[in-house]
T-cell receptor, first 114, second 110 residues
Framework: SQTIHQWPATLVQPVGSPLSLECTVEGTSNPNLYWYRQAAGRGLQLLFYSVGIGQISSEVPQNLSASRPQDRQFILSSKKLLLSDSGFYLC?????????????FGPGTRLLVL | GQQLNQSPQSMFIQEGEDVSMNCTSSSIFNTWLWYKQDPGEGPVLLIALYKAGELTSNGRLTAQFGITRKDSFLNISASIPSDVGIYFCSSGGSNYKLTFGKGTLLTVNP
């Protein structure tokens, strides 16, 4: 069965510091991968998605970037964090589950920028 | 961009009551997915719908894909305290990108 991992689970970073959040998927190959941000416990904002290695589509202009160095690895980065980057970051994959396709989420990373 | 209108925004009910929430869109979609999110955790998939008119149950949960392909509802029967959380609808077209509703916050009073 498929499993999605995210780390770290929680992160407190000062303004202006760099960021690297990692997401890995097990049990599937060539999944579509997604990064979402959720603020204040409501609303999911799609940040980036990737349909393959090295292929990144950005949905919202911001100081964040994403990379996909391996088939089942998706990384969210920033060179300099802003206060507004605080939130709950969720990784997700879209792929085949039995005969149908669906989307599953990881456990999330809570980021607090001070 | 595409938007989903999810209602109600919040619900306060007594344990044992039935719950109904729905999502509507101005666009036609191929997929409707319903998720539940507990505090501090990622959303968990409850029910997935792939065909107009499809009615699917998962325990006390029932969801339907509207005939027009522009709406879906989720019903919870005989609510219990652990049903508390935020419920999200989402829908997708042919480009593997999902659009999400803003969520329904459910509170169940024991």
């Amino acid at each position: 069965s498929q499993t999605i991992h995210q780390w770290p689970a929680t992160l407190v970073q000062p303004v202006g510091s760099p960021l690297s959040l990692e997401c890995t998927v097990e049990g599937t190959s060539n999944p579509n991968l997604y990064w979402y941000r959720q603020a204040a416990g409501r609303g999911l904002q799609l940040l980036f998605y990737s349909v393959g290695i090295g292929q990144i589509s950005s949905e919202v202009p911001q100081n964040l970037s994403a990379s996909r160095p391996q088939d089942r690895q998706f990384i969210l980065s920033s060179k300099k964090l802003l206060l507004s980057d605080s939130g709950f970051y969720l990784c997700a994959w879209w792929g085949q589950q039995g005969a149908r396709e669906t989307q599953y989420f990881g456990p999330g990373t809570r980021l607090l920028v001070l | 961009g595409q938007q989903l209108n999810q209602s109600p925004q919040s619900m306060f009910i007594q344990e044992g009551e039935d719950v109904s929430m729905n999502c509507t869109s101005s666009s036609i979609f191929n997929t409707w997915l319903w998720y539940k999110q507990d505090p501090g955790e990622g959303p968990v998939l409850l029910i997935a719908l792939y065909k107009a008119g499809e009615l699917t149950s998962n325990g006390r949960l029932t969801a339907q894909f509207g005939i027009t392909r522009k709406d879906s509802f989720l019903n919870i029967s005989a609510s219990i305290p652990s049903d508390v959380g935020i419920y999200f609808c989402s829908s997708g077209g042919s480009n593997y990108k999902l659009t999400f509703g803003k969520g329904t916050l459910l509170t169940v009073n024991p």
